[in-house]
């Protein structure tokens, strides 16, 4: 997980109230099992502590421990996030969605979004029909649809606007389809097709607000903290491998992966400090920086520690071998090709702004030009 450099007193709650489910029992804490019972204890508990979570870009708080220092709520969110993916990332990926929906809800100006589960469903590519407040179509990749009680879904009107709205999931016109998810990775999250016919909706916000909003970046840059903790968790393993039987190819495959793992923490928490303290900006190009940043450190997590550990652990550990498999699926929600093309497209617009700003003709300012958005 994120590691701390200040207390995260909420953390430490949410820790010891989860640990105290998980470890009933006496499990060994290197290979317990997440059963689905279990998943829907450890989600009621972290539901509950939602109004305690703080929104992304809502500033620093004072540091009781060192009053000359802030904590930045940003940070604590992605702490939170991280551990949560630490433990299972079915039960992160409601979580997320979940924190995700009230967050939109709190930008858009729903200040009493109604209890409990809510989930955001933004896939597109199917059909769907509002009219006089009734939603009709079909909607995919809808993650937790047999446990959510309420969704926010995306479709695009008539102008090819986005539009977004509140779908109580307690109604009838409400069918659920399973049928289409073969991935053993994330099988658990209960990620469905739903068909919905004249089911009551209500708008939320103006056209376009859902993708306009800053938070939509500051969100994407909570699902990275997921990736981040679940990778994290996994090298943990090799640490404690080495520990118990050191080696050299243990200690260099470490360093490998320590390395990356460290430089990005660093990354987590300069990002959330900047998103802090210029929180009406979407730092669209450092958050996409950061999730492709994490895509390819889970990889080589992945990667790395099976090739110092063996086959062991994805075959005997149960916990190793979820956690594996479902990150290798949930990192695929990056799309890869696509947010490499944006980073060079918002680079390139970048260093055409920071070029504009120079006032040097003498002979160096080509050299200014060319580097100058990734100077020290």
């Not at 006496?26 to 019972?37: C, E, F, G, H, V």
């Not at 009621?44 to 620093?60: E, F, M, Q, R």
């Not at 008539?158 to 998810?181: H, P």
Request: proline share 2%; with cysteine.
């Amino acid at each position: 997980m994120l590691a701390l450099e200040t207390k995260n007193p909420l953390l430490s709650d949410i820790k010891s109230a989860i640990e105290n489910i998980i470890f009933t029992g006496n499990q060994a804490s290197s290979r317990w099992l997440i059963t689905d019972k279990l998943r829907h204890e450890i989600l009621k508990i972290l539901v509950s502590y939602s109004d305690k979570i703080p929104y992304p870009a809502s500033g620093t708080e004072d540091n009781k421990e060192n009053k000359s220092r802030t904590n930045s709520r940003t940070l604590i969110r992605w702490q939170i996030l991280a551990y949560v993916a630490s433990i299972d990332l079915t039960i992160t990926k409601w979580f997320e969605s979940h924190l995700d929906a009230l967050s939109i809800l709190h930008e858009l100006g729903y200040e009493q979004a109604t209890q409990g589960l809510w989930a955001v469903w933004a896939a597109e590519g199917h059909p769907l029909s509002y009219q006089q407040g009734k939603i009709s179509g079909t909607k995919a990749w809808c993650s937790g649809a047999n446990i959510v009680d309420h969704g926010l879904m995306t479709y695009r009107d008539k102008d090819g606007q986005a539009q977004l709205l509140m779908v109580d999931m307690q109604q009838s016109g409400i069918k659920i389809d399973n049928s289409a998810w073969q991935a053993v990775g994330m099988q658990a999250t209960d990620t469905a097709t739903i068909h919905l016919d004249q089911v009551v909706a209500s708008n939320v916000g103006a056209a376009n607000a859902y993708l306009e909003r800053v938070g939509f970046w500051h969100g994407a840059a909570g699902v990275a903290a997921c990736w981040y903790g679940a990778a994290a968790c996994l090298a943990s393993y090799l640490i404690s491998a080495y520990q118990q039987k050191p080696s050299d190819y243990k200690a260099m495959y470490l360093g490998q992966i320590g390395t990356a793992l460290a430089v990005t923490q660093q990354y987590f928490h300069h990002l959330a400090e900047l998103i802090d303290n210029e929180p009406t900006q979407s730092h669209e190009l450092a958050i996409r920086q950061l999730r492709s940043n994490v895509e390819q450190i889970a990889r080589e997590v992945i990667e790395i520690v099976g090739q110092a550990l063996g086959a062991a652990p994805f075959c005997n550990n149960p916990h190793f071998a979820r956690l594996s498999a479902d990150l290798s699926v949930f990192i695929r929600q990056s799309h890869g090709a696509f947010d490499l093309q944006k980073i060079g497209e918002l680079s390139s617009m970048l260093a055409s702004e920071s070029a504009s700003k120079l006032t040097n003709d003498g002979p160096s300012d080509f050299i200014n030009r060319q580097g100058h958005i990734w100077q020290l």
